[in-house]
């Protein structure tokens, strides 16, 4: 009884490997298969196996090369392509992959010709190449360039980002200063005012002129805390601080130094206390945009 079945044949899957070094050089090897042409490593994916764990297990047979996939850079066929040594039909799934060796530690595997050659892609584009090394050359060529587009556009966000960070700082700079110029207007106008209302006769704290000054210098006042302007505490009897007191030369400071040495009074070089307060001290944060001045 005749056989009903009928047989098929099967592309066979293939994988491929373009490997380059630290040299961007790829290495292209003479193969007997490929009737004396220059192609690249490869072979069969055992069955079970798959196909990233294939591409490296034929490199390290065919080269004794240790190496590493970057990218999967290309799926093709070839059908009964006349330069191969057989009919048949392929299907190729290639890889770019990575050697970190010299060029001189390949050992090449009989299958192939002992001529092989490290190049970089301009120079392989001129040699004698099997189509499907050609194929992937090609294929090769247009990923660099796509990875260095890639490249460029992440160096251009990279740079864009941090212009923005440079613009916001330094329009912050901007406001910063520009806030501190009008403060430091502002203070000495304060300044006045206090040194007005300070002495004004109790009999005319009431008077109408006075409510008046009271709320412009209200409003100075206000004018500074929204802009983030503090006074700082300080009070007659307080430890002379250098960070936020400036000492003022009294008129008669000499005479009182030498008075205190002719009656031997202990020195308090080192625990000063602040006698009076001069003006008043501001600042913004942590900074100090003017101590206060005192006399100790």
């Given at each position: ?60 047979e065919e080269t004794g090369l240790e190496t ?17 040594h057989e009919k048949k039909h392929f299907v ?68 864009f980002e941090n212009y923005k960070k440079m ?130």
């Open positions: 009884m005749p056989n009903k079945h009928k047989k098929y044949n099967y592309p066979e899957a293939i994988v491929g490997a373009l490997i380059i070094n630290n040299n961007d050089k790829l290495i292209f090897c003479k193969s007997h298969k490929w009737k004396g042409k220059y192609t690249i490593f490869g072979g069969h994916i055992e069955y079970g196996e798959s196909i990233e764990n294939a591409v490296i297990r034929e490199v390290k590493q996939i970057i990218a999967n850079i290309g799926i093709s066929d070839s059908i009964f392509n006349s330069g191969f190729f799934v290639d890889f770019l992959c990575k050697y970190d060796g010299g060029e001189d530690d390949i050992t090449i595997n009989e299958e192939y010709e002992d001529d092989y050659k490290w190049v970089t892609a301009d120079e392989a584009q001129k040699m004698d190449l099997a189509d499907g090394a050609k194929l992937m050359l090609s294929e090769y060529i247009k990923y660099k360039e796509s990875q260095n587009y890639l490249d460029g556009w992440k160096r251009c966000q990279a740079d613009q916001i700082e330094s329009q912050r700079e901007f406001v910063k200063y520009a806030g501190q110029n009008i403060v430091m207007q502002i203070i000495p106008v304060l300044d006045n005012f206090h040194m007005s209302t300070d002495h004004i006769p109790e009999d005319q704290k009431d008077g109408g002129w006075v409510v008046g000054i009271m709320h412009i210098q209200k409003q100075l006042e206000n004018v500074l805390a929204e802009n983030g302007v503090e006074e700082i505490s300080a009070k007659e009897g307080d430890k002379f601080d250098p960070a936020i007191h400036e000492a003022i030369q009294s008129s008669d400071k000499k005479q009182e130094t030498k008075d205190k040495e002719e009656a031997h009074e202990p020195r308090t070089n080192n625990q000063e206390l602040v006698k009076k307060i001069v003006m008043k001290g501001y600042k913004m944060g942590d900074k100090i945009i003017r101590p206060v001045k005192v006399i100790v």
